[in-house]
């Protein structure tokens, strides 16, 4: 079955200070894999996805994910985040699979200190 | 840039009241989906729908949940005897093709069941 683990379920950084979100994933093909965000009431947004090809993937509003398939791991990095970055943030895995279904991790709350 | 949109954005109903939610996903995408997230909780799967058919659920999509394409736009989820538990944000989805590429989510439907 697939799973998704995102470790850290709130981070606190610094405005301008770098990000990373950690996400570890379990699927037994080649994983799709997803980072949303949601701001508090919110939908969920699409930041960026990975199929294939490149293992560093850009997103929109400067986020960037890696693909470590030895690692199972696609961490989400910012280089300088801003105080509107403060959000929740999900993880999610998929794949070439009947039900097309996604399975997302637990989120991890990013708060923003001035 | 095309949106899948969902009504209404809250809804407030009694328990035991039936209610649903509708949807219209993205004009040229086949495959549609049902997840909710509870109010501080991860987001999860709940049923997928491809050619008039449900193609995956989950356990929570139980009899008391059920899916409809009544015509060639909306895509609709009924839940017939509403429960305090299931209180969430009900989000639709929808995909151009199988597998995970091209989600879209809608903003999402805020259920209050009191």
């Known amino acids: 079955a697939q799973s998704v683990t995102q470790p850290d379920i709130h981070i606190t950084v610094s405005e301008g200070a770098s990000l990373e979100l950690r996400c570890n994933y379990s699927?037994?093909?080649?994983?799709?894999l997803f980072w949303y965000v949601q701001s508090p009431g919110q939908g969920l947004q699409l930041l960026l996805k990975?199929?294939?090809?490149?293992?560093l993937v850009q997103g929109i509003k400067g986020f960037e994910a890696e693909f470590k398939r030895s690692q199972s791991s696609f961490n989400l990095r910012k280089p300088s985040v801003h105080w509107s970055d403060a959000a929740e943030y999900f993880c999610?895995?998929?794949?070439?699979?009947?039900?097309?279904?996604?399975?997302f991790g637990g989120g991890t709350r990013l708060m923003v200190k001035p | 840039e095309p949106e899948v949109t969902q009504t209404p954005s809250h809804q407030v109903t009694q328990m035991g009241q039936e209610v649903i939610l509708r949807c219209v996903p993205i004009?040229?995408?086949?495959?549609f989906y049902w997840y909710r997230q509870i109010l501080g909780q991860k987001v999860e799967f709940l049923v997928s729908?491809?050619?008039?058919?449900?193609?995956?659920k989950s356990e929570i999509f139980d009899d008391q949940f059920s899916v409809e394409r009544p015509d060639g736009s909306n895509f609709t989820l009924k839940i017939r005897s509403t429960k305090l538990e299931d209180s969430a944000m009900y989000f639709c989805?929808?995909?151009?093709?199988?597998?995970?590429?091209?989600?879209?989510f809608g903003s999402g439907t805020r259920l209050t069941v009191v």
């Open positions: 004009s040229n995408h086949l495959y």
């Open positions: 999610a895995v998929g794949g070439y699979n009947a039900g097309n279904m996604l399975t």
């Open positions: 990975y199929f294939s090809g490149d293992t």
């Open positions: 989805a929808s995909s151009e093709e199988t597998g995970s590429y091209g989600y879209t």
């Open positions: 729908f491809y050619n008039n058919e449900i193609s995956e």
């Open positions: 699927y037994g093909a080649t994983p799709y």
